[in-house]
């Protein structure tokens, strides 16, 4: 066990070792002139649970969010090297006003990638039911609400809320709206899931067993996860890789590889392979805020 340089490359299916994504020499500078990310490169392979650790502001969602396309890395390129549409590898999807990429207009990698994102608020409708909530973006694509049912409530039933269809989001628990959150993430049968803290404002309880019904679902779909996290014990139990990042500017300060067999239980978390983890990535965040606080 050690922290080391991650060199993943988990076979898809079809045998494709190429990256899902790949992040190469992003800079993200705002208007403001916040420097939200300096030179962050990351491939990040089919099939990996990914956790992006790190203290607040140090780029996370924005790494969360220019992976989905909502906002160009100012200078660096996004690749999408498994794509069709990138398969000579060389293809770059978004470059910044460097003025060598391309003007974001065009169709890209991105797009033959359903991608979900569930944010860190469940950001639901509150005046639809779970059904429209989890029905959205299937509507959003044209889909009739008859037409939607059957992957609706399939959906709803791999978060064990199919009987709740009908409810309102204010007759729901924190964790139940977060449900319905990824069940919204997931009807569209996303590859890539993007998470950004969502279990941060739960109750330890049900935050273990989201953890828990989180690592089936991946285990059963298949599923690439980028997951942010603040919190050290939620990254190494989900995860088989940790990315640590440090704040002004955004970047990566370590990349670990958890090097524990799946499936993981929740005797997982009093195992000594779990504890030394943890403390390996708390050094790890420390350092991290360390090199936060004197840049
Ligand atoms: N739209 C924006 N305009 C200006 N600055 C921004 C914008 N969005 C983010 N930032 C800045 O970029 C930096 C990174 O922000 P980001 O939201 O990615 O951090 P984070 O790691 O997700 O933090 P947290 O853990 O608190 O959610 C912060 O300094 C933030 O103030
Ligand atoms: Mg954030």
New binding site residues.
Partial sequence: MSLSTHTAAAAAPGGDTRPVVSLSGINKV???G?V?LRDMSLDIAAGQFISLL??????????LRLIAGLGDPTTGTIDWPGSPRDSDGQGSDSQGSDGQGSDGQGPDGREDHEIGFVF?EPTLMPWASVFKNVWLPLRLKGMSKSAARDRVMETLDLVDLAAFAEAYPRELSGGMKMRVSIARALVTRPKLLLM??PFAALDEITRFKLNNDLLHLWESFGWTVIF?T?SVFESVYLSDRIVV?A??P?RVVADMAIDAPYPREDDFRTSTTYNDYCRLASNALAEAMNASEQS
């Fill in positions: 705002f208007s403001n916040t939200a790190g203290p607040s502001g140090c780029g996370k969602s924005t790494v860190q950004d803290e942010v603040h990042m704040a002004r955004g």
